[in-house]
């Protein structure tokens, strides 16, 4: 079996996604196999797709895992299917599954404010603010170097993002101040501007900042909401509350898509809540009119 799990990784490498991700999607076919070798006691080319549905079953309730988890895993024993054991998949057989969505929670920005401003840690703090206001993934905070702040024109180099393109993302003032004192202090780092606390030549963890921001929380006496993705999806809403237009969010936030960007209207104060029912401008027709 460790053979296919190697080829699966090798295949999976080669479309040029990260490290942590050929890690994470190996996990699902690494499950995958040892249930065939443990359970089924079949090698990957023989299985049905009864037996294929089998697992299914047994993965989520096994591991109660979510719909939206188990289309991952569908997805990576497609691939597998395809590369590793080079035979058709039949989408009609498993097919993906519907899953609930759920608005994310977004502080006010208020409880931004106080929440960084009152951060003890001058690094934690400044990574923080960066993440917020300029709207970056924790792991884009943790590979800002150097050269990528450009303060001359206020704005950051995002390198190899998500969406695999590099963009610009605004740069706070406020930000810039905490950068510069941060950077005088912290040794005046001109590689990783985060550097891994053992040594400068490898960027920060990040479970680092979710760490403390989790203990920040409990500082405060809040219950337990944040998350370093909190504060990009604060950074969306907070600009779709002060109208600034979509377009120009999805480019400083990355979206590949529009859609993905449309989620702020729903999140803001001013967003559908604040539309007005046609039934309230009729005029005065009361319920016993109608």
Not at 21 to 41: C, F, G, K, M
Not at 234 to 261: M, R, V
């Amino acid at each position: 079996m460790d053979d296919y799990l190697n080829t699966f990784r090798e295949m999976i490498s080669l479309r040029g996604l990260t490290d942590h991700t050929v890690t994470s999607y190996s996990t699902y076919i690494r499950a995958y196999l040892d249930y065939l070798a443990n359970i089924l006691h079949k090698m990957p080319v023989d299985v049905s797709w009864e037996e294929l549905r089998d697992f299914i079953c047994w993965l989520q309730k096994d591991k109660n895992l979510s719909d939206r988890t188990m289309n991952a895993c569908i997805s990576q024993i497609r691939f597998f299917t395809l590369y590793v054991l080079h035979k058709p998949w039949d989408a009609t057989q498993l097919p993906m599954r519907r899953f609930d969505t759920y608005l994310p929670y977004v502080p006010s920005q208020d409880e931004v404010w106080r929440f960084i401003s009152t951060m003890p840690d001058l690094k934690q703090k400044t990574m923080t603010a960066v993440m917020y206001s300029s709207g970056l993934r924790i792991g884009e905070v943790c590979h800002l170097r150097y050269e990528d702040i450009d303060r001359k024109n206020l704005r950051i180099h995002i390198r190899h993002s998500k969406a695999r393109q590099d963009r610009y993302a605004i740069l706070s003032h406020t930000a810039l101040e905490l950068l510069t004192r941060y950077w005088f202090e912290y040794g005046r780092p001109m590689g990783w501007l985060f550097p891994k606390q053992s040594g400068i030549d490898k960027p920060i963890d990040t479970f680092f900042l979710s760490r403390h921001i989790h203990a920040h929380e409990q500082r405060l006496g809040w219950p337990q909401r944040f998350t370093c993705h909190t504060f990009r999806h604060a950074f969306g809403t907070h600009l779709y509350e002060n109208g600034t237009d979509l377009l120009t969010i999805k480019a400083l936030l990355g979206h590949k898509s529009l859609e993905s960007t449309t989620i702020y209207v729903h999140l803001a104060s001013n967003g559908t809540g604040s539309a007005v029912s046609p039934f309230d401008q009729m005029g005065g027709v009361s319920c016993g009119q109608v």
